[in-house]
Structures are given as C-alpha cells and as structure tokens.
C-alpha cells in the first residue's frame, strides 16, 4: 500500500539500494524532494553527485537508518577511494557483531 503523501525532507538519512550495484545497500541523504512529484532524489553517502539518482517514495529500495542492522543484512559504507562491506550476522548478549569485513573495489 502507497502512502497518500511523500513525507521525506531534503537532508533525510536512509538506507538504500545502489542502482548500479543491486547488491548492495548502502547509506543515503535525501538530496531533493520534488514539490507534486512521487519521487525524490537521492544521493549515496560519500559518492559524487554524478550518482545521484531519482526514486519513488514509497520504494521498496529505501528504508530507515538502522534497517540493515536490526534486519542483520549487509551495509556498505564508502571511504576515500573504497567501500567498505560490513556484514552483521546476529545478536549476542544484547550487541551486535561484525562477522565479516571486505574491500569492495
């Protein structure tokens, strides 16, 4: 079910799909919100603003900061020339842990 009205602010922090990488999910700011359009754009923490691509607000590609965690799936962060892949696995004794890390290049 679609919201009735697209409720995001331009500097909003998210979660999102990479569109040239599917694969990866990967820390996002609202770069823009289109006034009457159903679409926002979004910009990939620490890419360019040459990647910054437009998405329907109530995608299923984006979702809140701590997602990733809470869900155990794997985020990407970007850093200086390479992206780092951190793969959360589960909870143990109330904290998370990191079971795998990775370049990504």
């Not at 700011?29 to 009457?36: D, E, K, L, Q």
């Not at 809140?64 to 869900?71: D, E, H, N």
């Amino acid at each position: 079910m679609k919201p009735e009205k697209n409720l995001f602010k331009k500097g909003q922090k998210l979660e999102a799909v990479d569109p040239k990488h599917p694969q990866l999910i990967c820390p996002a700011t609202v770069n823009n919100v289109i006034p009457g359009d159903y679409r926002i754009i979004l910009s990939l923490d620490g890419w360019s603003s040459s990647n910054n691509f437009k998405v329907d607000y109530s995608s299923r590609d984006i979702f809140p900061v701590g997602w990733c965690k809470s869900a155990g799936i794997r985020i990407a962060k970007v850093g200086g020339n390479r992206m780092y892949s951190f793969s959360l696995i589960n909870k143990k004794n109330n904290s998370f842990f990191f079971s795998s890390f990775s370049y990504i290049k």
